[in-house]
């Protein structure tokens, strides 16, 4: 719960450059550990990475 208000307050390219521990523009799975199924919640295009345009970026978006 504390690393999810974390992200809530920096935008994508410091969420990048926080956890891109191999310096490629991506973070891996192996480098954020918040587990699985956080990481696959924020892989939108599944594509093994999250990428600068996948990165949270402020509080989620309200959904009614």
């Given amino acids: 719960l ?3 208000a ?3 307050r920096i935008t994508s390219s410091e969420f ?3 956890f ?3 310096s490629v523009g ?3 799975l192996s480098e954020l550990k918040a587990g699985k199924q956080r990481f696959s919640h924020l892989d939108k ?3 093994s990475d999250i990428s600068p345009d996948e990165a949270p970026s402020g509080p989620p978006k ?3």
């Fill in 62 to 64: 309200k959904t009614r």
């Fill in 6 to 8: 974390f992200w809530w």
């Fill in 20 to 22: 891109d521990k191999n």
């Fill in 16 to 18: 990048i450059k926080r």
């Fill in 26 to 28: 991506k973070v891996e």
């Fill in 45 to 47: 295009n599944n594509g």
């Fill in 2 to 4: 504390v690393m999810v």
